[in-house]
């Protein structure tokens, strides 16, 4: 299986911080098969990027992702109050299908 | 709208069975492969299995800690898909999602095609509990 392990496990910012989360893989991901979601408590989760870089729709600017291979990253380039949530980085590129255990963006 | 809706969770005891159901509107549901997913209490999030379009055979796949046990089935011309879940363990309390994703073939490989899961249920919650 392949494992996706998140860093860190908390980061706790102010609103128009920058955050950068990580997301590191046990094998190499093709980059087509790497996803973003964030999660609020009691929402499911929300598609923010596929492809390691590509928005889905209606995600703003302010949400990129980049990485290959095993490295891969969530930048929020200025943390807006409505982005502290939970951010889990997700691969389809092979079976089983993983998810990282999740980043916390928390407000300091 | 695009909308996916979950639906059958409840409290089930240990050992017995339950189905939820997943309906979609607002697309084509017979073109997408359909997916659940599940994240227990407090913790992350975890795929459970997926049942292929019937363009690509219709076919299922599941995590190892499900097989044998939960089964997923489709009705595309209702537009349901379904999740059966047999032997239910303690475990296996969650709430669980279902998402969808165009399916087909790269370079001979079956993949979902870009952007999978884009649309999620609320989901729905399933306890087992004595």
């Known amino acids: 299986d392949i494992v996706l392990t998140q860093s860190p496990g908390t980061l706790s910012l102010t609103p128009g911080e920058r955050a950068t989360l990580s997301c590191r893989a046990s094998q190499s991901v093709s980059s087509t098969y790497l996803a973003w979601y964030q999660q609020k408590p009691g929402q499911a989760p929300r598609l923010l990027i596929y492809?390691?870089?590509s928005r889905a729709t209606g995600i703003p600017d302010r949400f990129s992702g980049s990485g290959s291979g095993t490295d891969f990253t969530l930048t929020i380039s200025r943390l807006e109050p409505e982005d502290f949530a939970v951010y889990y980085c997700h691969q389809y590129d092979g079976s089983p299908w993983t998810f990282g255990q999740g980043t916390k963006v928390e407000i300091k | 709208e695009v909308q996916l809706a979950e639906s059958g969770g409840g409290l089930v005891q240990p050992g017995r069975s339950l189905r939820l159901s997943c309906t979609g509107s607002?697309?084509?549901?017979?073109?997408?492969?359909m997916s659940w997913f599940r994240q227990a209490p407090g913790r992350g999030l975890e795929w459970v299995g997926v049942i292929r379009s019937k363009a690509y055979g219709g076919t299922t796949e599941y995590v190892a800690s499900v097989k044998g046990r939960f089964s997923i089935s489709r009705d595309d011309s209702k537009g349901f898909a379904y999740l059966q879940m047999i032997s239910l363990k303690t475990e296996d309390t969650a709430v669980y999602y279902c998402?969808?994703?165009?399916?087909?073939?790269?370079?001979?490989?079956?993949?979902?095609?870009?952007?999978?899961?884009?649309?999620w249920g609320q989901g729905t919650m399933v306890t087992v509990s004595s």
């Open positions: 998402t969808r994703g165009r399916d087909g073939y790269v370079w001979g490989s079956y993949r979902l095609k870009e952007p999978a899961f884009d649309i």
């Open positions: 607002g697309f084509t549901f017979g073109d997408y492969a």
């Open positions: 492809g390691a870089s």
